[in-house]
């Protein structure tokens, strides 16, 4: 699916939403970031590629006050920005909220134009969640080529989740996907594509 964000916008078009029943699961996508991305390589804010949010209603930030998105207490994210070690290169992060609590973690560098595979795992166990993602360059007998990839710390990073940070909705735990964001604080300065093929591997959605 082609997913677009608008000159001045943030959001991306078209948007989805639906529900996750909780449990062990894999997503897979294959990407391909258009080279709009990079135009602009001043802004290293951190943009959103895809992930997922452990709860579901809105909360009140406990020192700001603040109504904040469910995404912002519970959350594991692949990142984006333009690198600014690499120039021409995008660094993809692991984006993760924590009670509220956000970490950004370099995984790699990749070009904007090249397919890549993408896998978010959240393995359930005794203890919580352990979340895991990966970044790999797609196979040559699938795509033609590989797209390069510069490593930094790894192909992957994981963290723990615990689950009493999941929500509750009707005696039962849930999930629910989030998609392409841009910024940040500034928006797009100009129309960003991209193409994010997604599968869901684990428990039924509802």
Not at 172 to 196: H, K, M, Q, V, W
């Amino acid at each position: 699916m082609i997913y677009s964000i608008s000159e001045g916008k943030h959001r991306s078009f078209p948007p989805h939403f639906w529900l996750f029943k909780a449990g062990s699961r894999t997503i897979t996508a294959e990407v391909v970031i258009g080279h709009n991305f990079l135009l602009w390589e001043d802004n290293f804010d951190t943009s959103k590629l895809f992930g997922m949010s452990f709860k579901l209603k809105p909360w009140i930030h406990v020192d700001t006050k603040k109504r904040m998105p469910g995404h912002h207490y519970a959350s594991a994210r692949f990142g984006i920005k333009p690198s600014a070690q690499h120039r021409g290169y995008i660094e993809v992060t692991m984006y993760n909220y924590k009670q509220g609590n956000r970490t950004i973690e370099s995984i790699c560098h990749i070009e904007p134009g090249e397919r890549y595979k993408f896998t978010l795992d959240i393995n359930e166990n005794n203890s919580g969640m352990q979340v895991v993602l990966t970044v790999d360059p797609s196979p040559k007998d699938m795509w033609g080529k590989n797209g390069s990839i510069l490593n930094t710390v790894g192909d992957n990073l994981q963290f723990g989740m615990a689950s009493d940070l999941i929500e509750t909705v009707d005696g039962n735990l849930f999930f629910y996907p989030l998609n392409p964001y841009y910024g940040g604080d500034e928006p797009a300065r100009s129309e960003i594509t991209i193409d994010l093929k997604r599968k869901y591997h684990g428990k039924d959605s509802r």
